[in-house]
């Protein structure tokens, strides 16, 4: 009987005293009661004991006190502790989410988020998160971050054998000898069936099949056939396809109609303008048969899908020196090599062996200090460092490291580069978000 009693009095006192505690818990203020949890929790935390941490400052950071930062600063440490724990990965992200979308979230929390994001190789997740600081804040560290972060990419499995360059969200691909059309991601559109085959452009391309010459769209239907006796084909774009028929270049529609000039070589049509050969000399033709730059020059420069005009910009060359015109007129700025501009940003140039950029007046925008460039495209432009190739953003700063054995230009977020599989295709992560640079 008396072993009884004394469980029920023993009993009796820790009732009295959890009532105590209570009692004394409710008459502290919010801030107080924070203060008390949070110093019972730090006991348990600096004994490794984080599972019984955790509800203590949960409940502290459940209070709106004066302390309850404190509290979420200690409850993230024990979420971090338990991580790989069920649940409190989730746990330590909706705290995250809580802290950053209070007014005046300070700048630490977005490179906190954004770092455990990017830990965990989410770092999609992380860019969003740094966009959303750099809007909240403007702070220089998260733009910092943000700037070394946003290129990062991934790479296509699928390879080709030689490519060229984007053209439309589309581009030309090689395998086993034959040529077809890709998607701007490396996804094969047209299938490689074809021993020569244009850029795609309105929804069709020219292709080469044996001797036969012949328009199709991407699911490989004829849509049109030339009538005359025709041998090659250039690029398509801008509804012009030139024609190589009896000895002579001629332009023509998508649907092969003749224009009536011949020539002796001409480019693909861009922003209204190609690259002409006549008598021997180079100049460049509008679509209704004016010059724009008379034809009375060794050569005017192209890129590889024969465009040598954008931004109202023009390199020619004569006796070895490469002329700058912009809008029909030049600038008085000469190099030893350029490649044209793309619609957006700066053209590559060289002097004195090393290549840097320039911008439509022919004034130096980056430093001649590279192996070979190609022209921005997409606020990027592809450099050779050595043996290698890499990217450099309109800073001059190289945003993508050179790894790669060759590189050509960005369009709609992806690259063609050359690795040791073959031509494959990167894409920034942020791009596939729907960011545009």
């Not at 490519?163 to 299938?191: C, H, M, R, Y």
């Not at 600038?331 to 030893?336: L, N, R, V």
Request: net charge negative; proline share 2%.
């Amino acid at each position: 009987m008396k072993k009884y009693v004394r469980i029920i009095i023993g009993a009796g006192c820790l009732a009295l005293l959890v009532l105590s505690w209570a009692v004394v818990m409710n008459s502290k203020s919010s801030a107080e009661k924070q203060l008390v949890l949070i110093e019972q929790a730090s006991v348990l935390m600096n004994d490794g004991v984080y599972i019984r941490a955790v509800p203590l400052l949960e409940e502290a950071a459940g209070y709106d006190a004066s302390f309850t930062r404190m509290a979420e600063s200690e409850l993230k440490k024990a979420y971090i502790a338990l991580i790989d724990n069920r649940g409190f990965s989730r746990r330590y992200t909706s705290l995250l989410e809580k802290q950053i979308s209070r007014r005046d979230a300070e700048p630490y929390l977005f490179i906190e988020a954004a770092n455990y994001f990017m830990g965990i190789s989410k770092t999609q997740e992380a860019l969003e998160i740094l966009k959303n600081g750099i809007k909240r804040t403007g702070d220089t560290e998260i733009i910092s971050l943000y700037e070394s972060s946003r290129y990062a990419f991934e790479t296509s499995r699928v390879s080709y054998e030689s490519v060229t360059a984007i053209f439309e969200k589309t581009i030309q691909v090689q395998l086993d000898g034959k040529w077809g059309i890709a998607n701007e991601d490396g996804s094969i559109l047209i299938p490689c069936v074809y021993d020569k085959i244009s850029t795609f452009s309105r929804d069709r391309a020219v292709v080469k099949n044996g001797n036969s010459i012949y328009a199709v769209d991407r699911d490989n239907n004829r849509l049109a056939v030339p009538n005359e006796n025709t041998s090659d084909f250039g690029n398509l774009a801008e509804n012009r396809i030139s024609l190589f028929i009896d000895g002579s270049w001629r332009r023509a529609t998508e649907e092969f109609e003749l224009g009536t000039s011949l020539f002796e070589d001409i480019g693909m049509y861009s922003g209204g303008y190609a690259a002409a050969k006549v008598n021997g000399r180079w100049g460049v033709i509008d679509i209704n048969n004016e010059w724009l730059i008379t034809a009375e020059f060794d050569e005017v420069i192209t890129d590889e899908l024969g465009r040598c005009y954008a931004q109202g910009a023009v390199f020619v060359r004569n006796g070895g020196i490469v002329y700058l015109f912009s809008n029909g007129g030049f600038t008085g700025y000469t190099f030893d090599d350029a490649k044209p501009f793309t619609d957006e940003g700066f053209a590559a140039v060289k002097l004195n062996g090393k290549w840097g950029f320039t911008d439509t007046d022919g004034v130096e925008v980056l430093p001649f200090i590279f192996d070979d460039a190609l022209s921005f495209g997409q606020h990027l432009a592809a450099v050779k460092l050595g043996e290698l190739w890499g990217y450099v953003g309109l800073q001059g700063n190289i945003v993508i490291d050179a790894v790669f054995l060759e590189a050509k230009s960005f369009s709609g977020g992806s690259a063609p580069v050359l690795t040791d599989r073959g031509w494959q295709f990167i894409t920034l992560l942020e791009y596939k978000k729907g960011v545009s640079l």
